[in-house]
């Protein structure tokens, strides 16, 4: 049976992603921005839908099912979930701005009463409705959490903004029971409960909705959460012996998509009005403690109700990796797994794979040990592409002297990017399509965004290490292959890794096993070099950019000087020196 997994297919939806399913086997999974170029790219993925179907040598016809995981929704209707008044309210904090609120509704008010509104980019082309299957997006983010994380049991939890769950209600998460292939609903996360709140913050504090998140995280290390821990912890919701308590403005968070309505919202002034008290540090420090003091005290209450000692979870909520170490970090969990795309791109796996079981019977657990799922190109594709810029680029080919060269070639301060095997699944750059530094320059930090990155300036990098040397540099470490947790620098390492780690001492380790073949080489012979089992890995794209897909990106990259020189397949690059 094969089943291809869609996070959305009405052409409006961010991270739009296909997974491809063969007989409950995770063949192909890629997101369209990868193809397209466009970051977050919400159109409907017309080239990583056939990029899916090439990579498993089958037609449109051959697919038995299409599970989407995002059903037709009944948004508006929900906006009165936790009181009447609650939109009212929204509308009236709007004051003038509410005829612009008014432009941002009214398509959404059609599309909900005329659902042919929606652009189903599958009945385009002509696949029949009775293939097309919607799931519920909670479902499908838990399902992508629990059916790849291998374990027998668990409590498995989603938790985001909001999606629609099977009958079209919205609601901000839901958890799950899990053991033996069956999962059981236990309970609902209200949309009032929405974890978009935090959105909010970052908006309020001038970064991007949905690429933002991160950046408050990091942020809020700079600063002292008590300053207006106070201020603030009424507007974020809670949860006591079973019962949401909601924020009676909690619609206003419901515009962060359009930052000029939200700043214009009651709780939006607020926001800008606290940061321009206490200062963005002070004001980010307060919303990421909130956040992991509210999900922990979730969390340690579902254990006084219902037995578990592993936890699975996903949705955008758990991108915070320093939710994640906290979660693990909890006296009665023993095992931790968060899916790699645990924003809404990975519904598309998860909903193909809930529907595999529900289709079969079959249990459709299996461990995730590697999120290699996207495209791969030869070593004579690769040069085809070299040749495109022969008066510009010199090449050597390595092969298997390719790991010792980059690893020689860090130690003497180079910035190496690397484009090796199948993309990888998700928003992280795990050794598929990475730049790569010597971790123990402090300096590294600053001559990668100079001439790359651009990121904020209170950004970390993050470090690659070997599984079987983690313990030596991260304390209380555990496999992480996915770099969706974060752990406290060991004590005296820190000089060690001085570029790759957070001022508040932490790292978001990515873990590298053997069977990364290339990739783990090249660390154990940099070890060899220096005694650091580490090196310095960020994601392979100029800021502003998808990470790099085609060959093709990465030697623009490098013609482009952001980086010195360009592992790729089998080769070494650099830049032709003009004579």
């Known amino acids: 049976m094969i089943i291809v997994g869609l996070n959305d297919i009405a052409g409006a939806h961010h991270n739009s992603s296909v997974a491809l399913i063969r007989d409950g086997e995770i063949i192909f999974g890629a997101s369209e921005e990868r193809f397209s170029r466009i970051k977050f790219d919400m159109n409907f993925p017309d080239q990583a839908l056939q990029a899916a179907l090439k990579f498993a040598n089958v037609s449109l016809q051959d697919v038995d099912y299409f599970a989407v995981g995002y059903p037709p929704s009944s948004f508006y209707l929900d906006l009165f979930c936790r009181n009447f008044w609650d939109l009212p309210r929204t509308l009236l904090g709007l004051g003038h701005h509410f005829f612009g609120m008014l432009k941002y509704l009214v398509p959404n008010f059609k599309k909900m009463y005329k659902p042919a509104l929606r652009q189903n980019g599958l009945q385009k082309m002509h696949v029949p409705d009775a293939k097309i299957v919607y799931m519920d997006h909670h479902q499908s983010h838990a399902a992508s959490a629990y059916r790849c994380s291998g374990f ?82 009424d507007m974020v919701f809670r949860y006591n012996d079973g019962v949401w308590k909601g924020y009676p403005f909690w619609i206003d968070y419901i515009m962060v998509p359009r930052d000029t309505i939200l700043m214009n919202t009651a709780s939006g002034r607020r926001i800008m009005a606290l940061i321009d008290r206490h200062g963005q540090e002070n004001v980010a420090a307060a919303a990421q403690q909130l956040l992991e003091e509210r999900i922990l005290s979730f969390i340690e209450q579902l254990r006084k109700r219902y037995h578990f000692d592993r936890i699975a979870l996903a949705g955008g909520t758990f991108l915070n990796v320093k939710v994640n170490k906290l979660v693990r970090e909890l006296p009665f969990v023993n095992e931790v797994f968060v899916h790699p795309h645990a924003s809404d791109g990975g ?28 495209v791969e190109y030869t070593d004579a594709e690769i040069e085809a592409d070299l040749r495109l810029f022969d008066d510009k680029i010199e090449w050597q080919l390595l092969d298997g002297q390719l790991p010792d060269y980059v690893a020689t070639a860090l130690t003497e301060g180079k910035v190496i990017g690397w484009f090796q095997g199948r993309e990888e699944w998700g928003p ?110 960020t994601s392979f794209n100029k800021h502003g950019l998808p990470i790099v897909h085609r060959p093709k990106e990465a030697i623009e990259h490098l013609l482009w000087g952001c980086v010195h020189e360009l592992a790729i397949g089998s080769y070494i690059v650099r830049k032709r020196i003009a004579h």
Request: charged content about 20%.
């Open 347 to 374: 519904t598309a796996i998860g909903s193909a794979l809930q529907l595999y079981h529900e289709k079969t019977g079959a249990p459709a657990v299996q461990k995730m040990v590697d999120s290699d799922l996207g």
């Open 428 to 537: 992280r750059a795990l050794g598929r399509r990475s730049v790569l530094a010597d971790p123990r320059d402090p300096h590294t930090r600053d001559k990668i965004n100079s001439q790359m990155k651009n990121r904020d300036w209170f950004m970390p990098f993050a470090p690659s290490c070997l599984e079987d040397a983690g313990h030596s540099h991260f304390k209380n470490f555990c496999p992480t292959p996915f770099m969706t947790l974060a752990f406290d620098v060991v004590e005296g390492k820190e000089k060690d890794i001085a570029s790759a780690i957070h001022v508040d001492n932490t790292a978001r380790v990515h873990s590298v096993r053997p069977d990364n073949e290339r990739y783990y080489q090249t660390i154990a012979r940099f070890h060899e070099k220096t005694g650091v089992p580490v090196i310095l890995n």
């Open 152 to 233: 027998p049991d668990c409590l498995t939890i989603s938790m985001d903004g909001f999606g629609p769950n099977g009958s079209g209600k919205n609601i901000a998460g839901q958890v799950y029971a899990c053991a033996a292939g069956e999962m059981t609903l236990l309970e609902d996360i209200p949309l009032y409960a929405t974890a978009l709140w935090y959105s909010a913050f970052t908006v309020c504090l001038g970064l991007k909705y949905m690429d933002g998140e991160g950046k408050t995280m990091g942020l809020a290390a700079y600063g002292d959460p008590n300053v207006c821990y106070d201020d603030i912890k």
